[in-house]
């Protein structure tokens, strides 16, 4: 049977258009796939980190299916729709591609960690028959679906502490796994969820909905905590902050985690290649902070630490 067929639209968009232009896509009728900003992965003394060109526009990807309209209306309809937005948006490349099938799906599948299940939403009934703990996570544009050591340490320890009643900080939130998990597990609402990747917002709304979490039990707050307009949006004081980016972003969030952090609060700090740990530790042990549980997958540590 042939396979229908999909116009893939390929433009370049201007790095500061992106959030604005990815929410306008997102209530077109054209299908968001991705986008892609211009990076180099660098590989340092402080573990893996990557370079971002912001003067070189991001990449963008835009499906459509032809439902046996000519290539030339299609384009002409999107030239249209991206109009307003030159010359920070341009169309560069139209690929004519088949449907893809759900093969993809398969390296996405159910994993315990705990007590608990991560799953996709497409993951069988069958396959978690009898699971009652389960955390419906969908991979998506946002870091974060369950499957890396270092969410999964955390997720560890957090179904070890009293969540109930806590005030949650997560500074990295990606998909919002972490943030999730909290809300569903008696942290105070809503919870505040930090991350720089203007995608973050939608990935958090539909993975909460998918939990049958209401999408106000979690604030989304996109930028750097470090940038004066983004701090003042985070909460006064939180009793648990979490951190999951990297060793060298852990010690840069250290101003945020002494004014925020209450008293007798705890932090997570996770995405931590094993040879900065000490660095890490270091710095922290500095304004009084002391390692007081461990988690290490590979070459990725996560630690629970106290004043």
Do not use: C
Request: charged content about 25%; overall charge negative; aromatic content about 10%.
């Amino acid at each position: 049977m042939q396979k229908n067929e999909w116009l893939k639209y390929i433009l370049h968009v201007a790095s500061e258009q992106e959030e604005a232009f990815v929410a306008t896509v997102l209530d077109s009728p054209y299908t968001f796939g991705w986008t892609e900003p211009r990076i180099e992965v660098l590989v340092t003394e402080n573990g893996y980190d990557y370079e971002e060109n912001h003067t070189l526009p991001i990449t963008a990807y835009l499906f459509e299916p032809m439902n046996g309209e000519g290539q030339d209306v299609l384009i002409q309809r999107l030239e249209a729709f991206i109009a307003p937005w030159k010359p920070d948006v341009e169309l560069a490349l139209v690929e004519v591609v088949e449907e893809e099938n759900d093969s993809w799906k398969e390296a996405y599948q159910e994993v315990e960690v705990g007590d608990w299940w991560i799953a996709p939403s497409w993951t069988p009934a069958e396959r978690l028959a009898g699971k009652e703990k389960i955390l419906w996570i969908d991979p998506g544009a946002a870091f974060g679906t369950g499957y890396h050591g270092t969410t999964q340490d955390i997720l560890l320890f957090l179904q070890e502490m009293k969540l109930a009643g806590k005030r949650v900080l997560d500074i990295g939130t990606g998909s919002g796994i972490l943030s999730i998990f909290a809300a569903m597990n008696g942290a105070v609402l809503p919870i505040y969820a930090v991350d720089i990747n203007p995608q973050t917002n939608y990935e958090v709304e539909q993975n909460l909905l998918q939990n049958g979490r209401s999408p106000q039990e979690v604030t989304v707050i996109i930028g750097d905590p470090l940038d004066a307009d983004t701090a003042k949006q985070l909460p006064p004081e939180a009793d648990l902050i979490l951190i999951n980016i990297g060793g060298d972003e852990d010690i840069a969030m250290l101003p945020i985690v002494e004014r925020t952090l209450a008293r007798d609060g705890e932090i997570i700090l996770s995405g931590i290649v094993e040879w900065i740990l000490p660095k890490v530790e270091t710095a922290y042990g500095r304004i009084g902070f002391h390692t007081v549980a461990k988690r290490q997958s590979d070459e990725w540590v996560t630690l629970v630490m106290k004043r």
